[in-house]
């Protein structure tokens, strides 16, 4: 060898690509809106920021490292076990914790076939090996789930909903996929966009972790709580997980500035019933406009859609993807996902959501 070579599996990792950013803020004197990363209208709350200001002056000074204060405010919020919770850079670093602690060479990880890319990474991060179970109507099918486990499988990463089709799977399918596991394998149930649900045969979780060993629930502090730019979630699981993956975590993996403001955006429950309140109106609104342009919209429960346009190759979803930013409205091509069909459109604020329909009743009319 004449230079260091990764072990097997890495370079079988596509890295991640994120949506599009605006490259400005104004196109053609009207706003432009970033509507592909699923980033809340409505900012983070003002006590949140209020928090960073007053941490200012102390950054110097390392954060506490096991998060206690965070996690006892998650506790409280949620009315959980702080000893069961523990925090990280973003849910993504909890999932990726969790790979690494239970999968290993010759180990497999099963996901759905249109669940998050962050899957495939942290199993053949691992060194493990990726299985696929097909989904249904582009949702995830507990049965094909199941058909995937056998001995070598050591984790099902399942996200609910999903990103980025919107599509969830209720409490009693949960169930039924948890309490038919073997009892080796570790359910992770990603449940980021969690608080937009307004269904009432969903839960995010908590409840069968509560009740299981087996089974742990992801959550995310970038979504409905606004505070993407901090990197900030966290996991609630069994004794036996937690400890083990603050056997293995980074000292410090939670700097004290995204700590304050978790606390501090927890406490505001104003804001965060705004966020939701206007979500329930413009989900729908967003959902029912579209298709009436005759696009089809998979049903969501998150904070996002996902629009099919009509084509086989995805030209025509390149060519909407290319006609809405040109407009100031920055959607996500979600072809890495096998959804070339498809763009990813997140719920803005009113003028983005009139824009983006307006926009796209003029590209459907074609040329004039």
């Given at each position: 060898?004449t230079r260091?070579?990764p072990r097997a599996?890495?370079?079988q990792?596509d890295?991640?690509?994120?949506?599009?950013?605006?490259?400005?803020?104004?196109?053609?004197g009207a706003?432009?809106y970033k509507?592909s990363a699923?980033?809340?209208?409505l900012?983070?709350?003002?006590?949140?920021v209020?928090?960073?200001?007053?941490?200012a002056?102390h950054?110097?000074?390392?954060?506490?490292?096991?998060?206690?204060?965070?996690r006892?405010?998650?506790?409280?919020r949620y009315?959980?076990?702080?000893?069961?919770?523990?925090?990280?850079a973003?849910?993504?670093?909890?999932?990726e914790?969790?790979a690494?602690?239970?999968?290993?060479p010759?180990?497999?990880?099963?996901?759905?076939?249109?669940?998050f890319?962050?899957?495939?990474?942290?199993?053949?991060?691992a060194?493990?090996?990726?299985?696929?179970?097909?989904?249904?109507?582009?949702?995830?099918?507990v049965?094909?789930l199941?058909?995937?486990?056998?001995?070598?499988?050591?984790?099902?990463?399942?996200a609910?909903?999903n990103n980025?089709?919107?599509?969830?799977?209720?409490?009693?399918e949960?169930?039924?996929?948890a309490?038919t596991?073997p009892?080796?394998?570790?359910?992770v149930?990603?449940?980021?966009?969690?608080?937009y649900?307004?269904?009432?045969?969903?839960?995010?979780?908590?409840?069968?972790?509560?009740?299981?060993?087996?089974?742990?629930?992801?959550r995310?502090?970038?979504k409905?709580?606004?505070?993407?730019?901090?990197?900030?979630?966290?996991?609630?699981?069994p004794r036996?997980?937690?400890?083990?993956?603050d056997?293995?975590?980074?000292p410090?993996?939670?700097?004290?500035?995204?700590?304050?403001?978790?606390v501090?955006?927890?406490?505001?429950?104003?804001?965060?019933?705004a966020?939701v309140?206007?979500?329930?109106?413009?989900?729908?609104w967003?959902?029912?406009?579209?298709?009436?342009?005759?696009?089809?919209?998979?049903p969501?429960?998150?904070n996002?859609?996902?629009i099919?346009?009509p084509?086989q190759?995805?030209?025509?979803?390149?060519?909407a993807?290319?006609?809405l930013?040109?407009?100031?409205?920055i959607?996500?091509?979600?072809?890495?996902?096998?959804?070339?069909q498809?763009?990813?459109?997140?719920?803005?604020?009113?003028?983005a959501?009139e824009?983006?329909?307006?926009?796209?009743?003029?590209?459907?009319?074609g040329p004039?």
């Amino acid at each position: 060898m004449t230079r260091p070579v990764p072990r097997a599996g890495v370079m079988q990792i596509d890295a991640y690509t994120p949506g599009k950013s605006a490259a400005a803020k104004v196109l053609n004197g009207a706003r432009v809106y970033k509507l592909s990363a699923n980033e809340t209208p409505l900012g983070p709350s003002p006590r949140a920021v209020e928090a960073l200001r007053e941490l200012a002056p102390h950054i110097a000074d390392y954060p506490e490292g096991s998060s206690r204060l965070l996690r006892e405010a998650i506790g409280a919020r949620y009315g959980l076990d702080p000893a069961r919770i523990v925090a990280g850079a973003g849910s993504d670093q909890i999932l990726e914790l969790l790979a690494l602690a239970y999968v290993g060479p010759g180990d497999e990880g099963v996901y759905s076939q249109y669940g998050f890319l962050e899957y495939r990474i942290v199993i053949l991060a691992a060194g493990g090996t990726p299985k696929i179970a097909p989904e249904t109507n582009y949702t995830a099918n507990v049965d094909a789930l199941l058909e995937q486990v056998n001995d070598n499988t050591k984790i099902i990463f399942l996200a609910n909903p999903n990103n980025p089709t919107g599509t969830y799977l209720p409490t009693k399918e949960i169930a039924r996929l948890a309490n038919t596991l073997p009892p080796h394998v570790l359910l992770v149930l990603d449940a980021a966009y969690a608080e937009y649900v307004r269904a009432e045969d969903y839960e995010a979780g908590a409840a069968l972790v509560a009740a299981r060993e087996n089974v742990v629930m992801t959550r995310t502090f970038s979504k409905i709580y606004g505070l993407a730019g901090l990197r900030l979630g966290w996991g609630y699981g069994p004794r036996h997980v937690i400890e083990t993956l603050d056997r293995i975590r980074s000292p410090f993996n939670v700097s004290s500035a995204a700590s304050v403001a978790g606390v501090a955006a927890l406490e505001d429950r104003a804001h965060i019933d705004a966020a939701v309140a206007h979500n329930a109106k413009w989900l729908p609104w967003l959902s029912q406009s579209i298709a009436a342009l005759g696009l089809e919209v998979l049903p969501s429960v998150g904070n996002f859609l996902a629009i099919r346009f009509p084509d086989q190759d995805g030209s025509r979803a390149a060519d909407a993807d290319k006609y809405l930013t040109e407009r100031g409205l920055i959607p996500r091509a979600i072809g890495a996902y096998g959804m070339p069909q498809f763009l990813r459109l997140t719920v803005g604020p009113r003028e983005a959501n009139e824009r983006v329909v307006d926009a796209l009743k003029d590209f459907m009319r074609g040329p004039r």
